[in-house]
């Protein structure tokens, strides 16, 4: 009810804003990096596997393609990551040796459960859930886990429970880069700090939303937007986009900005909002050329850069900068401006933000 709400309109603007508490909360505790964060047995299993298979469903797919990013990179165990409904049902060729993990918000969505199960009937019998029910039929059914501490989320469109899941995911990155020798004492603090650090650097995104509500004037009146990322940030534009349509009913499409070039540039006129994320990371110079693709055909770029990425606003050029370039952790924070653009479009729409037509929280019917 209002009470709970409290100065919040809706319950996704008070789940946004929750992000700093709940991050704390998911890693409160965390002392070090070790293999018990995720079970007794975690050792034994993570020394075993030699490669990690995700599956989820919506928001929670998006973490999981986040992670396959930083696993591979950090912990150079190859991960693939599958939507669970395709997964389920398509001949896949399974190895003894995988680490199966599931990530669900609800730990009841009926497809993700029933790909876990027919991953085990193929004999991949090492599981672990990332999940933010303990008592769920997930976290039942896996041997592992890791439990977020979102809370309850209310509004359809997931926020909270996403940004959970990447810390668990990030711990978990961690977690087999040590098992595997990949990991050093001073990386294991060094990250170990940014992470403790992560509550007051999404404080200052969330301090943002001035700047992104003016931004979403306009977004309100478009019926499409596309969203460019690159690396680890294009799972995060797939959010970004997906959080969009969800709520506003924008139609909206996410591309990794290299690709560009093979279609969607055929979609860009004046009248299609480029929102691109441009971390100031390797990839920003062959960032910058993909904008200019898109100012070239007249399109408007509504950026999200970081404070020392070279990117000044200009005719058919918006930026905001977010407070700090934050490494592998980045994503964390570019996803809650891309929350709060969603939210503030939706708002200015007038559409129904915490219960969009036709989608439920918890889908545990095929
Ligand atoms: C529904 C919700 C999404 C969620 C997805 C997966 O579609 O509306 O927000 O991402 O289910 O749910 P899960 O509980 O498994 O994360």
New binding site residues.
Partial sequence: GAAELGPYRHYMQKEIFEQPRVIGDTLEGVTGIMPELFGDSAYKVFKQIDRVLIL??????YSGLTAKYWIESVAKVPVSVEIASEYRYRDSVPHPNTLVVT???????AD?LAALKHARSLGMLHTLTIC?VATSAMVRECALSYITRAGVEVG???TK??TTQLAALFLLTLTLAQVNGHLTEEEEAAHLKAMRHLPVAIASVLALEPQIMAWSEDFARKENALFLGRGMHYPIALEGALKLK?ISYIHAEAYPAGELKHGPLALVTEEMPVVTIAPNDALIEKLKSNMQEVRARGGQLFVFADVDSRITSGEGLHVIRLPEHYGLLSPILHVVALQLLAYHTALARGTDVDKPRN?????TVE
């Fill in positions: 989820a469903c919506g928001t929670s797919y990530i669900s918000q609800s730990g009841e969505t993700t933010n359809v469109a997931s429970a996403f969800e989608l439920a929280k918890s889908v």
